[in-house]
Nanobody
């Protein structure tokens, strides 16, 4: 059974919106979303702030991206609005297992270009 399954992504024009979905199996807790652009390191997009509670967003996506959760389905959705070319990256869902195992989704490409 695949721990995390992502869907969504694709090619959009600047200013458009897109959603990504992540479904977790078993008791995996979905932590959030990260992304990696070509030539760059993987970076945080949004994630649960386990130390202080709440949700932490990267400054570059604040007020444009929003993560919602469906606890019944053990799923999370990343709502991305007003997309910019610099948002182009492979997006990864990340989760933690009951014994602190670290899981990553397969990655889904988001490309923003006119």
């Amino acid at each position: 059974q695949v721990p995390l399954v992502e869907s969504g992504g694709g090619l959009v024009q600047p200013g458009e919106s897109l959603t990504l979905s992540c479904e977790a199996s078993g008791s995996i807790l979905i932590l959030g979303w990260f992304r990696q652009a070509p030539g760059n390191q993987r970076e945080l997009v949004v994630a649960l702030d386990r130390g202080h509670g709440g949700t932490a967003y990267a400054d570059s996506v604040k007020d444009r991206f929003f993560m919602s959760r469906d606890n019944r389905k053990n799923a999370a959705t990343l709502h991305m609005n007003d997309l910019k070319p610099e948002d182009t990256a492979v997006y990864y869902c990340r989760g933690y297992g009951m014994e602190s195992q670290d899981y990553w989704g397969q990655g889904t490409l988001v490309a923003v270009s006119s």
